[in-house]
């Protein structure tokens, strides 16, 4: 192989590499961003949600159209979607999950920082599941009429699967890499016929 191109592989080498070391922080970055549209968009979803409940949804007869609004919800947003009332008991689930069932537990801080007032989301790893979830819960509130005071209800919880969104991610950074990667080939060819014409052109002036 002569020194032209040995020059060339070599430029292509370090061209590839510092295109997969662009690549690699870019993902990072594009997930963290994914993360935070979603959990952005779940935490106005579920204070939407749960400004359309009262004291009303933990009755007996509240819950079915309670388990009929979460149901629909989960459709909408291709997740779980769940109604725990003040002492973390399940009142309602997308999932029919049997009510009463304990679900403010330290395995899901979301859900009792929810009970203690604060809209809060956690990612973690299913262990049944095997895969990323996206935990996002808000208080349900209620004033007490004439005091301006509010208590809390209970807690809507939003769950999802990272695994759509993680995918997107690594589809456009593969993508991304793709390009760059042509982008560079088509470069490092455009040098060697150059080169070559160089070449040409100085060997005619012998």
């Not at 299913?126 to 809390?152: C, F, H, K, W």
Request: charged share 20%; no cysteine; proline share 3%.
């Amino acid at each position: 192989m002569g020194i032209r191109a040995r020059l060339l592989v070599a430029m292509g080498y370090v061209g590839l590499t510092v295109v997969i070391a662009l690549a690699v922080p870019l993902g990072a970055t594009l997930e963290r961003r994914a993360r935070t549209s979603l959990e952005n968009r779940n935490l106005l979803r579920a204070t939407a949600l749960a400004q359309r409940f009262s004291e009303w949804n933990l009755t007996p007869d509240g819950r079915e159209v309670t388990r009929e609004l979460l149901g629909a919800a989960a459709a909408r947003y291709e997740g779980r979607v769940l109604f725990v009332d003040a002492r973390g008991l399940i009142v309602a689930d997308s999932n029919d999950a049997p009510v009463g069932t304990p679900y403010a537990t330290p395995g899901r801080p979301e859900i009792l920082r929810a009970l203690q007032g604060s809209a809060w989301s956690d990612v973690r790893t299913s262990r049944d599941l095997g895969i990323d979830l996206m935990a996002t819960a808000v208080p349900v509130v209620e004033e007490v009429e004439g005091s301006g005071q509010v208590i809390i209800l209970g807690a809507i919880r939003i769950t999802q699967t990272l695994r759509e969104s993680d995918a997107a991610v690594r589809r456009t950074v593969l993508g991304l890499v793709g390009l760059g990667a042509t982008a560079l080939a088509l470069a490092l060819g455009l040098a060697w016929l150059l080169a070559d014409s160089l070449a040409q052109i100085g060997r005619a002036h012998v």
